[in-house]
């Protein structure tokens, strides 16, 4: 179901709501959690990294970094721990930088918002920016210095360097705010100058300063990727992943991925989730972007329908999240399992017009274990998202609903979009 690109940010930024940040049900928590565990033997094979959890509304940059860390892991068969504050602290910048006089700092954003920001800032691993971030399962800095910022916006030296648009002033506020090291504000500002007069995208001389100064630029990240002519694996760079922009919510290039909309009508949506399911098949770690009802989320850590009819609605937003594995009945096959190991002729036998996918399992940002959202999740940080909650419709709610389910009036599709790689 396409939706517009305003739209779909704002619901996005609505995921302060759902992760964690202050009055809406999801509490801010530091402890770690198990969130080790990766599902391996499953349908397919998607190599993740372990799961993290945000504690502001950037869903999207954490389901965007899990991507890129899939992708590298198929090709070096490491797993490397990328920055999520690192892309969140240039997108403040950005706000800050170019846009009007803002009181507050927007969190949401898309994939496309994610791929311009490593087009122009590059990959850093977790300790090169907040070292202690790095045994942390969720980034308490990301919060702190969210707070810091919206507060100095409304009265302090932040707000008179906004209005003055002195993009100095603007980095070195938002350096305190971040806590940074003085050896990591020197590496920012030998890399980008101190007022970010130069970027990764545009520089060329900062491709030789970025690797001094422990920033990777997309043309030095490895992915592995299938290649759309020869059908063959191979390895190449986060920078022919991302392509390059080719007008609205597009980008271009042999290995670029790009956003698909969600059909409206269910031959469509069979084509489309055949699409997906060659992708998973063949270990593409696709993003999905979705709308959350928390009534729809049972112990089990699956988003059902059944389960957000009994409650009816409740409180919603937007999410962006990895999907990992699905489970689905096969004609002439049965029904494949998510978590067991499916053969290459059932994976073909799965592509058939007759398939009905029952769920999909996804890579969440919401941390590990949970007793206070679920207790029986088939997989730490993972959860199932029920094919009828995905097709809906559901009620959408105003944000400020409450408990009054008479003012969610509206039917909307959950499922938003998916990104694809290139041939699929």
């Not at 990294?49 to 504690?55: G, I, L, P, Y």
């Not at 009802?293 to 089990?300: E, G, P, V």
């Not at 990895?322 to 067991?340: E, F, K, S, T």
């Amino acid at each position: 179901m396409a939706l517009d690109l305003v739209k779909r940010t704002r619901w996005l930024a609505i995921l302060a709501m759902l992760a964690g940040a202050a009055a809406t049900g999801c509490v801010a928590d530091s402890g770690r959690g198990d969130a080790e565990a990766v599902a391996t033997d499953d349908i397919t094979q998607v190599s993740h990294t372990k799961v993290k959890r945000q504690s502001i509304g950037n869903c999207w940059i954490y389901a965007t970094s899990s991507w890129l860390e899939a992708l590298d892991r198929a090709a070096t068969g490491q797993e490397k721990d990328t920055s999520e504050s690192w892309l969140t602290y240039w997108h403040w910048f950005e706000q800050l930088a170019t846009g009007g006089t803002p009181t507050k700092i927007s969190t949401g954003g898309t994939y496309g918002t994610a791929a311009a920001l490593l087009s122009r800032y590059g990959v850093v691993l977790e300790g090169d920016f907040i070292a202690g971030d790095v045994e942390a399962e969720m980034s308490s800095r990301q919060s702190s210095a969210l707070h810091a910022v919206e507060m100095w916006l409304e009265s302090g030296p932040l707000k008179d360097a906004v209005a003055r648009r002195d993009r100095r002033a603007i980095r070195a506020e938002l350096d305190k705010a971040w806590e940074l090291e003085p050896a990591v504000i020197a590496r920012i500002d030998a890399v980008f100058g101190e007022g970010v007069t130069r970027t990764l995208d545009r520089s060329p001389e900062t491709a030789a300063l970025a690797a001094a100064n422990r920033i990777v630029t997309p043309k030095t990240f490895p992915v592995q990727l299938l290649d759309p002519e020869t059908k063959q694996k191979v390895n190449v760079t986060l920078a022919d992943a991302l392509g390059t922009p080719a007008g609205f919510s597009r980008r271009a290039g042999k290995f670029a991925w790009n956003e698909l909309d969600y059909p409206r009508d269910a031959t469509a949506r069979r084509a489309f989730w055949k699409r997906v399911q060659r992708a998973l098949h063949d270990n593409q770690p696709v993003i999905a972007s979705w709308k959350v009802d928390f009534n729809a989320l049972d112990a089990r850590a699956v988003f059902s329908m059944d389960e957000l009819r009994r409650r009816g609605p409740g409180r919603q937003g937007g999410h962006m999240t990895v999907m990992h594995d699905y489970q689905a009945d096969v004609p002439g096959v049965g029904r494949l399992m998510a978590g067991v190991p499916a053969t290459p002729e059932q994976m073909s036998a799965a592509l058939a017009d007759g398939t009905v996918i029952q769920f999909v399992r996804v890579k969440n940002s919401w941390g590990g274990i949970r007793p206070d959202r679920w207790t029986d999740a088939a997989v730490p940080g993972y959860h199932d998202l029920d094919m009828f909650y995905l097709d809906g419709p559901i009620k959408e709610c105003p944000e400020d609903h409450g408990t009054d389910a008479s003012l969610c009036t509206r039917d909307v599709t959950p499922l938003w979009d998916v990104v694809l790689p290139a041939g699929y």
